[in-house]
């Protein structure tokens, strides 16, 4: 485990001690710096802050340096007298689960963890299904504005549904469900919803490495956590009541037991809507237990006001949470979660500084929105977007800062949801002053898009953008020391135990160049007239024209009283 080389103190001091800048832009431009960085990554990322989980002393600590370092940096409370925005949250902690199948009179139990991993489906503390009918629903989609339906002709009342992840594609053709991009419908919570809606009572979720972009491993270690949260006041959308992730080893062994071939099957779930979908013969039970908590976790969000127009808002977003700790992994039970994303934290940090560094405040504000549970769900940007300080017609747009990594420079800016609104042209323009390319992301099939949180402002219809640095595509050649890199991150450190800040080994250049981008792209859009949308043909596009027309008509409405 990695300790803590510098604190916030040490960082008060060197600023302190260091020659007074003149305040242009440029000084404010080049304020943001590696060094800089790296002391609020190894300070957060250090094992004093027991890996960031909400509703634990290590929130407590993190929320008390951020709101500090926020204070520090110049940039005052986003709330009229406050940095903390209460999120309300329900966690559910699973404290036993099982996971069988029934054939001809035989059970045939699944092993826990290494199999399966059963999780609360909508928020209650014990679940369970007794022999219920198994039905295979391909992709578990329904998208008519695609002609496609895989519950077309088909009865799930009281039924268990067997899932695949992702989306159904064509060979060439870039229209059908947006080619390799991917559309909302992809997302498991609305799979989960189109199975509720028609009478299911549990979801069995297909993990792939190729379609999730984890391994079974990320559940195996605890690294996707042992308890769920949800937003204790706000309506959960409609799930079944019991969710299964089931491995596919384990899912080939199931269809064997129906005596399906699950190469056969999902390549017919691909061809055609409902071209797979049909009953298994056999059943499963599950069960599910867990304890509740209730508590309240913070977004902890900064302001720099506008100086004309301070009711537009720019908004940089981060998460501060990772997963907390593991006890049973008794040689290192703390995932520190320094890429992940005590990188975008730290950015905030240095953004809310640079900002507050210039020899004026930009036209419009800036919120600078340090999230909580993102882990969970994105639950802190789900409420904010929800309970917002700013108005959504008024919010210009959102940029989301997540896992930046310390491989030295690199030459391009990668852009999940690459092209969907103007907010991109910021960022082209940013990239091009230190000689970056910005490049669509070259795995859309995981979904990148929609994991992180930038996702709950776009589906609402406000233009929100996610982007990180990473070498050219070409380069990521097989056995490339970068692309090695990649591997060895996804591979032994994401989400586990040795996500942790190493000065020697780190090589802040390319976070310290993306955040400088963040910074120039944010920059130019406070203090532009410009209110960036969404290309045309996405969905979000009518609720971003529909939202404008209503601010401007309540605009209208209030000038004429």
Not at 114 to 143: C, K
Request: proline share 6%.
């Amino acid at each position: 485990m990695k300790r803590n080389v510098l604190g916030l103190g040490a960082s008060l001091g060197l600023v302190a001690c260091s020659s007074p800048v003149v305040k242009t832009t440029d000084a404010a431009y080049h304020s943001i710096t590696g060094e800089g960085l790296a002391v609020h990554v190894a300070e957060l990322a250090s094992d004093a802050y027991e890996g960031r989980a909400p509703g634990t002393p290590g929130e407590n600590k993190t929320i008390a340096y951020l709101t500090a370092a926020f204070a520090d940096a110049g940039a005052e409370p986003g709330l009229t007298d406050s940095y903390l925005q209460p999120v309300p949250l329900k966690e559910v902690k699973r404290t036993d689960m099982g996971f069988y199948l029934q054939k001809d009179g035989v059970e045939t139990r699944f092993q826990p963890m290494a199999e399966y991993v059963s999780f609360t489906g909508d928020g209650r503390t014990n679940a369970s299904v007794e022999q219920a009918q198994v039905v295979f629903v391909g992709y578990g989609i329904h998208a008519p504005e695609q002609g496609w339906d895989d519950y077309q002709g088909i009865d799930v009342e009281g039924a268990v549904v067997l899932v695949m992840r992702g989306e159904p594609s064509r060979e060439g053709d870039d229209s059908f469900f947006m080619g390799r991009d991917l559309t909302p419908h992809y997302h498991q919570d609305s799979k989960a919803e189109q199975a509720a809606r028609r009478g299911a009572v549990g979801m069995i979720l297909i993990h792939t490495q190729a379609s999730a972009g984890w391994p079974w491993t990320l559940l195996q270690s605890g690294g996707a956590g042992a308890g769920q949260a949800f937003i204790d006041t706000t309506a959960t959308t409609a799930k079944p009541q019991i969710s299964i992730q089931l491995s596919e080893p384990a899912t080939r062994k199931l269809l064997e037991h129906a005596g399906l071939d699950y190469d056969e099957l999902t390549q017919a779930a691909n061809s055609a809507p409902a071209g797979g979908t049909r009953r298994l013969e056999l059943t499963v039970s599950s069960f599910f237990t867990g304890e509740e908590r209730r508590f309240s976790s913070p977004n902890v969000i900064a302001r720099i006001a506008g100086r004309s127009r301070s009711d537009e808002c720019v908004i940089y977003t981060a998460h501060w949470d990772h997963v907390g700790t593991n006890p049973i992994m008794a040689e290192d039970p703390i995932f520190n979660g320094a890429v992940d994303n005590a990188t975008g934290t730290a950015a905030l940090i240095e953004l809310a500084a640079a900002y507050a560094a210039l020899p004026q405040a930009p036209e419009r504000s800036v919120l600078f929105m340090a999230t909580t549970a993102e882990e969970k769900g994105l639950l802190g940007a789900e409420y904010y977007a929800d309970h917002p300080l700013c108005a959504p017609e008024k919010t210009v747009g959102v940029l989301n800062m997540d896992s930046h990594f310390p491989f030295g420079s690199f030459k391009a800016l990668t852009v999940p949801g690459y092209g969907f609104s103007g907010l991109q042209a910021y960022f082209e323009r940013a990239s091009a002053r230190i000689g970056r390319t910005v490049q669509p992301d070259s795995n859309p099939e995981v979904g990148g898009y929609y994991r992180n949180d930038a996702y709950p402002f776009a589906k609402r219809g406000i233009p929100a953008i996610y982007a990180v640095g990473s070498p050219l595509d070409e380069e990521l050649t097989e056995g490339s020391e970068i692309l090695n890199k990649y591997i060895d991150f996804v591979t032994t450190k994401y989400h586990k135990p040795k996500d942790e800040y190493d000065p020697e080994a780190w090589d802040m250049t390319g976070i310290e160049e993306d955040v400088r981008i963040f910074f120039d792209a944010g920059l130019e859009l406070a203090n532009s007239s410009d209110f960036p949308n969404w290309r045309a043909d996405l969905s979000y596009r009518a609720l971003r024209d529909d939202m404008m027309a209503r601010g401007r008509a309540s605009s209208a409405a209030s000038g004429q009283n």
